[in-house]
């Protein structure tokens, strides 16, 4: 499970870093803040209070992250959807 921890941090850190994301509203749209909820996106565990917190933050940047090619796989899946969905933030219709 650290491992699996590991290799998303590394991934969102690399995808971060070779794409930025344009500021929406008051929000840093930054795809690694959304890390927290790795865990629960990629083994369907409860998120933590952390990671509701993190996408409640991120809920508007959520479409950037959706339509990107590169962070879609890890963002526009049916446990992203669920995690956003315990968390009480709708996911966007993008």
């Keep these: 499970m650290k491992m699996v921890k590991l290799v998303v941090c590394i991934v969102l850190v ?6 930025p994301f ?16 790795a865990t629960a996106i990629l083994s369907s565990t ?7 917190g993190k ?7 959520l479409c950037n992250y959706i339509n990107n090619p590169r962070l879609q ?16 933030t709708p996911f966007p219709i993008c």
């Design 46 to 52: 409860t998120p933590s209070e952390t990671c509701c």
């Design 22 to 37: 344009s500021t929406v509203s008051a929000t840093d749209c930054n795809p690694i803040q959304l890390s927290p909820c």
């Design 55 to 61: 996408i409640k933050e991120q809920r508007s940047c």
């Design 14 to 19: 690399v995808l971060g870093i070779g794409a």
């Design 73 to 88: 796989k890890f963002i526009n899946t049916p446990n992203a959807r669920k995690v956003a969905a315990t968390c009480g």
